[in-house]
């Protein structure tokens, strides 16, 4: 009879490195508490005994409240990010790479985020922060340039709803200008002269490279990719795959 246990599920070297800053955190942030309490020590008569009692309960403490969950070492909580969706304070940050020209990407936008915007974004309980990739050539740097415009006027959620339902069951979409004048259109961008002289700005181009270039030098090298707190996953996961690595991190984070 064989006893044999399943193999275990690969862990992305970019969620190695999330776990391995969180413990880092942790113990750095032990090891300041304590000098700190030491310094207290010496400064305050009679204070030591008192001080060195609370020392193992303030940096644990500590620790799992501001690392848990977020996603601290890649979520940014920007405010005024155009291309996040949700509240700033939210306990868990979801964040995913994408190329517009991604299918796999695509059925991901279709199918799964809108279940993960009514069960958690809409609830407070998730941020969502989307990260621009150009993998597959001009054309998706061209069409991340109109996203971001489009974020600008305050309509990225539509641009990004409207370029992933058009998008084929299989292959790279062409991405010409016209059609993503069009997506504006679509998405009810309200300044539609403005994006399209937008679409020719270089700030943006160069944001959408330096987006880039930051994802690759973090090991993800295939979309879409996910970040949530210390785990990574990748692909397009079925919406229990998503469940549960939220309400795993909404539980590390104490919801």
């Given at each position: 009879?064989?006893?044999?246990?399943?193999?275990?599920?690969?862990?992305?070297?970019?969620?190695?490195?999330?776990?391995?800053?969180?413990?880092?955190?942790?113990?750095?942030?032990?090891?300041?508490?304590?000098?700190?309490?030491?310094?207290?020590?010496?400064?305050?008569?009679?204070?030591?005994?008192?001080?060195?009692?609370?020392?193992?309960?303030?940096?644990?403490?500590?620790?799992?409240?501001?690392?848990?969950?977020?996603?601290?070492?890649?979520?940014?909580?920007?405010?005024?990010?155009?291309?996040?969706?949700?509240?700033?304070?939210?306990?868990?940050?979801?964040?995913?790479?994408?190329?517009?020209?991604?299918?796999?990407?695509?059925?991901v936008t279709?199918?799964?985020?809108?279940?993960?915007?009514?069960?958690?974004?809409?609830?407070?309980?998730?941020?969502?922060?989307?990260?621009?990739?150009?993998?597959?050539?001009?054309?998706?740097?061209?069409?991340?340039?109109?996203?971001?415009a489009a974020?600008?006027?305050?309509?990225?959620?539509?641009?990004?709803?409207?370029v992933f339902?058009?998008?084929?069951?299989?292959?790279?979409?062409?991405?010409?200008?016209?059609?993503?004048?069009?997506?504006?259109?679509?998405?009810?961008?309200?300044?539609?002269?403005?994006?399209?002289?937008?679409?020719?700005?270089?700030?943006?181009?160069?944001?959408?490279?330096?987006?880039?270039?930051?994802?690759?030098?973090?090991?993800?090298?295939?979309?879409?990719?996910?970040?949530?707190?210390?785990?990574?996953?990748?692909?397009?996961?079925?919406?229990?795959?998503?469940?549960?690595?939220?309400?795993?991190?909404?539980?590390?984070?104490?919801?």
């Open positions: 009879m064989s006893t044999n246990s399943p193999a275990p599920k690969p862990v992305h070297p970019l969620a190695r490195k999330l776990r391995f800053a969180r413990i880092l955190n942790v113990v750095l942030g032990a090891v300041t508490a304590f000098l700190l309490v030491v310094v207290i020590a010496q400064s305050v008569p009679g204070a030591e005994q008192a001080a060195t009692a609370d020392t193992a309960q303030t940096p644990a403490a500590d620790a799992s409240g501001s690392g848990s969950g977020g996603g601290s070492e890649i979520a940014t909580r920007d405010p005024d990010d155009p291309l996040a969706i949700g509240d700033v304070d939210a306990p868990v940050v979801l964040v995913e790479w994408a190329d517009f020209r991604c299918p796999y990407c695509a059925v279709n199918q799964t985020l809108p279940t993960i915007f009514e069960e958690y974004v809409e609830k407070g309980l998730v941020r969502y922060e989307f990260r621009d990739v150009a993998f597959f050539g001009e054309e998706s740097i061209d069409a991340a340039v109109a996203a971001r974020g600008e006027q305050g309509r990225f959620p539509e641009y990004l709803e409207a339902a058009a998008a084929p069951e299989k292959g790279h979409p062409d991405m010409p200008r016209e059609k993503l004048i069009g997506f504006a259109a679509t998405a009810g961008v309200p300044d539609l002269a403005k994006f399209e002289q937008d679409l020719d700005r270089a700030d943006l181009r160069d944001a959408v490279l330096a987006s880039t270039d930051t994802a690759q030098k973090l090991g993800v090298t295939s979309v879409p990719f996910f970040v949530a707190g210390d785990q990574a996953i990748a692909g397009a996961q079925p919406i229990e795959n998503f469940r549960a690595l939220l309400d795993e991190q909404l539980a590390a984070a104490g919801e």
